[in-house]
């Protein structure tokens, strides 16, 4: 069947602050579109299994030090080395469920102070996502939510100024969602735009790439 040969996946990202709820919503989401017979992966930046990945993860549980633009560069360095096989599944149709991208690496980085065009310059070239879901949630209630961990950006003041990073990266192809809502009504609305984008990509809309 010809549409199903050339077909694409689609590249979705979940964003949001800490606690916010994207890890367990992506699980959700991997399970009911393998339920609906859909060809997906779920995928997670930082990768921390690759070399990079556990330099990042060394630095994100404080066990080294690094310069901000040095570390800023190591986390981009961690998606272009997965750069390459994101494209590949994607033509196969396959559809990806990414846990944080481009837009964590930007809004991180730049909160500390970091401007913001020098912090998108080394994602230039990434792959675009199709869809952006951003569980949206007040600082002060991500932080009530408890479990942040030790891990060194978990910290209400710095989550704040991140949060306001991540409005000025808002484009197209974000759908903000609001996490404050009951955990089902979440998970209705992000399978409803996933379906949605899963078709238009079916449909051939073509790979773009970041910014
Ligand atoms: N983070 C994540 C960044 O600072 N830059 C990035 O490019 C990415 C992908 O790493 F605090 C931050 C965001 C978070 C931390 O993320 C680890 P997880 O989702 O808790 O593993």
């Given amino acids: 069947n010809d549409r199903e040969n050339c077909s694409r996946g689609a590249l979705i990202v979940v964003e949001g602050l800490d606690r916010s709820g994207k890890t367990s919503q992506s ?7 393998d339920g609906q017979g859909y060809s997906v992966e ?12 556990e330099m990042i993860s060394s630095y994100l549980t404080n066990k080294s030090q690094l310069d901000d633009r040095t570390i800023h560069l190591l986390f981009s360095a961690n998606r272009w080395e997965k750069r390459s096989l994101m494209e590949s ?5 396959i559809t990806l469920i990414v846990d944080r991208y481009s837009y964590s690496g930007v809004a991180f980085s730049s909160a500390k102070g970091l401007d913001i065009e020098w912090c998108k310059a080394p994602e230039i070239g990434l792959l675009a996502p199709d869809l952006v879901l951003y569980l949206d949630i007040p600082s002060e209630k991500a932080a009530e939510r ?6 060194r950006y978990e910290q209400l003041e710095f989550q704040k100024e ?5 409005q000025i990266l808002q484009d197209t192809s974000w ?10 009504d979440v998970e209705k609305q992000m399978k ?8 238009t990509c079916q449909k051939g809309k ?3 790439q970041l910014w």
């Fill in 146 to 151: 408890g479990g942040y961990g030790g891990e």
């Fill in 89 to 93: 599944k994607l033509k196969k149709g």
């Fill in 162 to 166: 991140v949060a306001k990073r991540y």
């Fill in 175 to 184: 759908k903000i969602i609001d996490a404050c809502l009951p955990i089902e």
């Fill in 192 to 199: 409803e735009l996933v379906v949605d984008s899963i078709v």
């Fill in 42 to 53: 779920s995928w997670r930046f930082p990768d921390r299994s690759t070399c990079v990945g």
């Fill in 27 to 33: 699980c959700k989401l991997l399970s009911y579109l």
């Fill in 206 to 208: 073509p790979l773009s």
